[in-house]
């Protein structure tokens, strides 16, 4: 993977893939398919700049398994991989 360091509030998010087939064997097209609303944080930030010049301490951290708001964030595409990043108050909860 392409080294990605997001700036201020942003996290770098890969989505987890959805199964392209259903259990009988039908094959699911691109239009059909939901969005995923989970992944693996692989990049944070540094945090928000504050009005006092210091910078918020940011929550997540590289490896969190976390849930994101569905429609939220940027895709991007690196290394033929997809992305996602997104403000930290994009992300929904931390899974255990």
């Not at 942003?10 to 259990?23: A, F, L």
């Not at 940011?58 to 939220?72: I, T």
């Not at 991989?81 to 255990?96: F, M, P, Q, T």
């Amino acid at each position: 993977m392409a080294k990605i360091r997001p700036l201020g509030d942003r996290v770098v998010v890969r989505p987890d893939s959805k199964e392209e087939t259903t259990r009988s064997g039908i094959i699911i097209p691109d239009t059909a398919k939901e969005k995923p609303q989970q992944g693996a944080v692989i990049a944070v930030g540094n945090g928000r700049l504050l009005d006092n010049g210091g910078r918020s301490v940011m929550e997540l951290h590289e490896g969190d398994r976390v849930l994101f708001a569905k429609y939220g964030g940027t895709e991007i595409i690196l290394d033929d991989e997809i992305y996602l990043v997104l403000r930290e108050n994009d992300v929904l909860a931390i899974l255990d």
